[in-house]
């Protein structure tokens, strides 16, 4: 059976011992976060209210490993390392020469690859001495995956949950509530930023940010967690892509082509940043794809500039593609990918043409999932269906091409809470909604006024 | 960290090669099933018109091992072996001296053990030239992994799904369709034995039987699949115990007692039945803990009498436990548990005193699922919560005798289409309905006249 090996184990003791950093490799010099009161570069003190000095530290390291605590590794061993698979029924109902290996995050408890940085930011809390978590989530599986990594480590954890989602996905937070978290719906009356925002009663994530940010600002013995974007969560998700490199060592292939979906930029930066930096580092050559969204398409049509985070501005400025602080996307049932900017690291690769960035619409992307889980048997979360979308056209290409292709697919998680969502696609009730360059346009427009990116 | 081993994998290869059949080491003479309608032992002809031949050998074969053909094993190898866990956290949080394993079937696709026998009879089928399987779901898992099965094998699928979980789970229909299949509400109006039944709208397990039975059996190119109950079936499961042996050994542990769910008995007798051999032949010692509800309490409180698998009376008699089979347990969230009777080389193992049944109610499993989630992570079934309250019991009996007791628990399914049944019970809502034992008493009356088992 060995000839047809589909799945790539390894054992507990390969779980990475190390993050991969990017930061130190990256082209360019590092461009800060900027205080949003005066535009200068933002310190440690700026962040300090909200994160604990370890995760501000793993901010701004220029280590390019960063160690792995020991009860991190514990907390990981439930359900790391991740299996690879080799999409056999895949490549054969594609008829393609591709070889095409899925590395799937969807067997964490939470489901998704959102555990990696949530227990490491529960651990980091907890030995700051911090006793309540304050987060937003889209889909559900940030706050799913926070509230699982809470009660592994007794923290009290609270939930803002994007109002679409809240409404689509109410099994999302039952699980939250099962695992001993509090959840509200945003925009909420619990806080100044979820008032100012009544009239977006879908909400976003820019908005559930604010929200969260607000209540750890105002609370010593709360901090904040955010599931995306910022530097030290891509850092945690590395452990995807340092155990993809081994268990393609084992099935004896290199990626031609790495393919990931981006919502915040988190799960793309942990499967493709330590192949990045052996691009980086002249030691492979590879291409790497980045899939998001036509109804948020951050990457492809946004503008590269300073801008928050959340939608109110309470967050520093970070440099990234965006489409404005307060562009609230059409609600798209890949709930994960819906937020205006994206992570700078990945931001700045894009700008380097180191990462292609591709926009799929919602049919054609659920389309490919459910072929996807005919062929394979896993039904993929709405998220990673677009990382399948652009994985089909790189099949395709190869087919076309006539040439062997090696292609490493991130599959960030499942869709078991997502059904909804497929029952909509295959009563070809499912829309695809548009993006609109002028709502955008009108939010670049209420930026701050922040130095231009060189 | 290995001293903390969490997770016990095996490579691909370990994937049992032959299937265990418990038959010819059971205690006493095998009870043939009956013809319904001669009260004589019934032979394949009863069985051609809706199983295929090479099942029906499987049926009755007296071969202590069944080879596993290729192409089974290579579906088995998209998410078999399951991983074996040592639950360290659990057992920290219940203050126990038990080592306690779990055996975790929710890494399937369709998230439960199902597909161990559904890839085994999709491809049983298929080599038979048929087009269609028919089916029936209670909880919805039989009915995903069949249609997940009938996906990787080529065939068309139809499931008739019992009212109250088609109405509690539309999201599990949603998966089934996902996966290509058809799914109609049962009782239905497109069989004879739906219409019969119009007066129970919230259905059970034996009346989607007749209804799935009823089509398969009228039509040439249709084979009807069962998902537990059967020999056949028990047998396709036991590469989970088998597994589960190899692990163990990987641990350095054998257990003091098996814990498992018994719904219709698959998933007990897949991961206990290897075990039990060894114990039939002498060559172990150690306990078996069935787990059902007090709702249905089949195993507990039925009759061992000859008796119909469906509600209308179809299927040939089989010797078994049972509350008669036109009893309706009342829709409690473990909707695979409510059966009115068992498998009966389970049955006969509970006759003989090799394993002892125990029955918990609704509100007791919820609580143990929730305190299980939040230490190890992983959500359960409802159906398997009644295992993990067994357990429960077992590790607290160990803390108060002071003795190490390993403990191995069968996790059949993850409980990710039963969030609403966590939400109900989190709200306080979670009702505990009653077993009428007069109920059944009149069921009991309206069994077929069959000869007393000795």
């Known amino acids: 059976m060995s000839a047809e090996q589909v799945r790539y184990l390894l054992p507990e003791d390969a779980i990475p011992t190390h993050w991969v950093n990017l930061l130190p490799d990256l082209p360019g010099d590092p461009l800060p976060p900027l205080n949003p009161g005066t535009m ?8 300090t209210p909200i994160f604990p000095m370890s995760l501000i530290g793993q901010e701004v390291s220029m280590d390019a490993e960063v160690e792995i605590p020991e009860p991190v590794r514990e907390a990981y061993a439930l359900w790391r390392p991740s299996p690879l698979y080799r999409a056999r029924r895949l490549e054969r109902e594609l008829d393609t020469p ?35 978590l ?15 990594a809470c009660g592994l480590f007794g923290l009290e954890c609270l939930v803002y949950m994007v109002g679409a989602s ?26 100044e930023a979820g008032r100012s925002q009544a009239s977006h009663p879908t909400g976003s994530l820019g908005i559930a940010i ?18 995306s974007v910022l530097n030290h969560v891509c850092l945690h998700q590395t452990v995807i892509g340092q155990e993809a490199i081994a268990q393609l060592e084992l099935a004896g292939d290199v ?6 979906c981006v919502g915040g930029g988190s799960n793309f930066a942990g499967l493709a940043f330590p192949f990045v930096r052996e691009v980086l580092r002249g030691n492979a050559k590879m291409r790497f794809v980045a899939a998001e969204p036509a109804a948020c398409p951050t990457l492809t049509r946004g503008a590269y500039r300073y801008d928050f985070g959340d939608t109110v501005g309470l967050t520093p400025l970070m440099p990234m593609y965006t489409l404005g602080h307060d562009f609230v996307p059409p609600p798209v049932h890949a709930g994960g990918l819906r937020y205006h900017g994206d992570a700078p690291m990945l931001c700045g690769l894009v700008k380097h043409g180191v990462v292609e960035p591709r926009a799929y619409k919602q049919n054609e992307t659920f389309a490919a999932a459910v072929r996807f889980a005919r062929a394979e048997g896993i039904v993929p979360g709405p998220e990673p269906a677009h990382a ?67």
Request: aromatic share 8%; glycine share 10%; charged share 25%.
């Open 388 to 454: 399948i979308r652009a994985t089909f056209e790189e099949a395709e290409a190869a087919r076309e091409a006539g040439e062997e292709r090696v292609i490493l697919l991130g599959l960030s998680g499942h869709g078991h809470f997502d059904m909804s969502a497929y029952q909509a696609y295959l009563a070809g009730e499912l829309e695809d909604p548009e993006f609109s360059e002028r709502d955008m346009q009108e939010a670049l427009e209420r930026l701050p006024d922040a130095p231009a990116i060189a």
């Open 98 to 132: 591709a070889r095409i290996y899925y590395k799937y995050e969807g067997v964490s408890p939470a489901g998704s690859h959102k555990p990696n940085s949530a227990v490491a930011q529960a651990y980091a809390n907890r030995e700051a001495g911090i006793e309540r």
């Open 40 to 47: 200068q570069p933002a310190g440690p003190d700026d962040l």
């Open 255 to 260: 990626p031609d082509v790495v393919v990931g």
């Open 166 to 191: 809240y409404d689509q996905k109410p099994y999302r937070r039952a699980m939250m509530e099962t695992w001993g978290a509090s959840v509200i719906r945003s925009p909420s009356d619990t806080t």
């Open 210 to 227: 604010s929200e969260a940010v607000e209540v750890a600002a105002g609370d010593a013995n709360a901090n904040y967690a955010l599931g």
């Open 134 to 148: 304050v987060t937003e989530t889209g889909a559900g599986q940030w706050g799913s995956a926070l509230a699982f």
